[in-house]
């Protein structure tokens, strides 16, 4: 199993230009969720889906728009990105809805 | 929003010493959850709470569900090198996505 996958590893975008994170998990969780994390403020939720064509607003919603077509994928969209989302940004999937979380590697987004 | 306080921020410790931290919240939390992360890397899963007063162990770790539901504390026994990271405490207070991540704990040890 590869876990969770997330692409691409590094990003830089200018500001107003969009684009899409990608994220797949591939052990048939239920539960995906998008989190951001910033020096010293640990990681914030963004959206999650309880599965395939649900999804609901994190902390953090403003700015980005996710959806769940299929269990495996979970693509975060940034639809006119600021200066603001540069972030690390991390997908995570679990089994249940109150399990611990299976993290991917992260995409480390610089908007300039 | 919520919010979860972890201490201390960060720590310098000695290769094999015993290693505390704990996280509070003001909120009463269901689950406490405490990962792990390396550079460059995710966070990782260390150990799951479910219950108030709740003590498990994984390996040279332990963790406590506080009994007021309201803090949680991980301990690392005999540390060594590869324990260096940064330690997350997250919680959630009902049965769905929202758990809500600490700002995390920043472990060194040292040689």
């Known amino acids: 199993n590869a876990g969770v996958t997330q692409t691409p590893k590094f990003q830089v975008l200018k500001t107003g230009q969009s684009m899409t994170l990608q994220c797949a998990q591939d052990?048939?969780?239920?539960?995906m969720s998008w989190y951001r994390q910033d020096p010293g403020m640990g990681l914030r939720l963004i959206h999650y889906s309880v599965g395939a064509g649900i999804t609901d607003q994190g902390e953090v919603p403003n700015g980005y728009n996710v959806s769940r077509s299929t269990t495996e994928d979970f693509p975060l969209r940034l639809l006119s990105a600021a200066p603001s989302q540069t972030s690390v940004y991390f997908c995570a999937s679990s089994y249940d809805e109150n399990a611990g979380y299976t993290f991917g590697s992260g995409t480390r987004l610089t908007v300039v | 929003g919520q919010q979860l306080n972890q201490s201390p921020q960060s720590m310098f410790i000695q290769e094999g010493e015993d290693v505390s931290m704990n996280c509070t919240s003001s909120?009463?939390?269901?689950?406490w959850l405490w990962y792990k992360q390396e550079p460059g890397e995710g966070p990782v899963l260390l150990i799951a709470?479910?219950?108030?007063?709740e003590l498990t162990s994984n390996g040279r770790l332990t963790a406590q569900f506080g009994i007021t539901r309201k803090d949680s504390f991980l301990n690392i026994s005999a540390s060594i090198p590869s324990d260096v990271g940064i330690y997350f405490c997250a919680g959630s207070n009902n049965y769905g996505q929202n758990f809500v991540f600490g700002p995390g704990t920043r472990l060194s040890v040292l040689p």
């Open positions: 909120s009463i939390f269901n689950t």
């Open positions: 052990m048939n969780h239920e539960y």
């Open positions: 709470l479910y219950k108030a007063g």
